[in-house]
């Protein structure tokens, strides 16, 4: 396998690829390829085969040499333990198709191709992903399935999705847990702009089904920081309106307001035992990847009122 480019893991690079299954071809073989150079692979490979040491577990399974090297207790795993499955919900409402920088890529297809990219890599383990695209309604559906046929299949899909319409992300997710009865995982690609009571209600449903359940809130940068400067015509995306806006008169209260959604988003996930991460899509996909892949932290709530003129 050749070497992974500089800029392999690169969002606005990766957007000159004008094929989805390209773009993830390059990165799945570039992270794997940096996996298997590091000294340092964490568990995301060598850990799948097991699980971390519980009080109450079978001594006779600690794997002593991965202790050796680690200094924690991790158990093997047989293969009716590891196979899982995972079922990918990408959000394709017209506010994801929002992009700051006409030359890299939108929420949509920052979310699109992460979901090609996490598909593939739960295959290459021998477990099952499915796949679900929605806006105001379901779009696209794949159950999930580990045979070699569906990683293209799930690239396909992705391929053909086009990011159109209102958001109704609560009832999706009540959709989702319809079709989606097998206990699992749920990987949730959304940028969240609906109601969050709705959102917790689907979620609730999800919980309720036993899934484990992880949002990736997938934002632009300039959401984050509004850049802006000059009197700006803002277009509505998922309402038909726009407006010639100064900026400078409401770039307070536009941080204020969202950082208080951030941090009830945060909150709803965390009170329903949730895993949240925030996902810039200008963040390289190797770094999103080891942070996932390695149960590494969240990233935490950005302060965007200690942005530059983000305070008064």
């Not at 001594?59 to 196979?83: C, H, P």
């Not at 409402?93 to 090609?116: I, N, Q």
């Not at 009830?264 to 996932?292: A, K, M, N, Q, Y």
């Amino acid at each position: 396998m050749t070497a992974p480019s500089p800029n392999s893991f690169n969002p606005r690079e990766l957007a000159q690829l004008t094929h989805l299954r390209l773009q993830a071809r390059v990165i799945v073989e570039g992270y794997l390829t940096g996996l298997h150079r590091s000294p340092h692979q964490g568990y995301s490979v060598e850990f799948a085969e097991h699980r971390e040491y519980a009080p109450g577990d079978d001594l006779r399974y600690v794997d002593w040499k991965v202790f050796g090297r680690s200094d924690r207790y991790y158990l093997k795993q047989f293969e009716e333990e590891t196979n899982f499955a995972c079922m990918l919900a990408v959000d394709a409402s017209e506010s994801m198709l929002y992009g700051s920088d006409p030359e890299a890529m939108t929420k949509f297809e920052y979310a699109r191709l992460l979901a090609a990219v996490l598909a593939s890599l739960v295959i290459r383990q021998q477990d099952a992903a499915g796949l679900v695209i929605f806006s105001e309604q379901l779009q696209h559906y794949a159950r999930a399935a580990g045979n070699p046929q569906q990683q293209t299949r799930i690239w396909e899909l992705l391929e053909q999705a086009q990011a159109s319409g209102p958001t109704a992300l609560g009832p999706m997710l009540h959709e989702v847990s319809d079709r989606f009865r097998k206990r699992g995982m749920i990987l949730l690609c959304s940028d969240l702009f609906d109601d969050l009571d709705e959102i917790r209600l689907g979620l609730q449903r999800l919980k309720h089904r036993r899934h484990d359940i992880r949002v990736l809130q997938i934002l632009d940068p300039a959401e984050l920081e509004f850049p802006f400067e000059e009197p700006t015509l803002f277009h509505g995306l998922e309402i038909s309106q726009d407006q010639m806006i100064d900026p400078r008169g409401i770039r307070q209260a536009y941080l204020e307001e969202f950082q208080s959604f951030l941090i009830e988003s945060r909150r709803l996930c965390r009170d329903l035992g949730v895993e949240h991460d925030i996902i810039r899509t200008d963040e390289p996909f190797d770094r999103v990847l080891r942070r996932f892949l390695s149960d590494r932290p969240p990233q935490p709530i950005p302060d965007l009122l200690a942005t530059p003129g983000g305070r008064a």
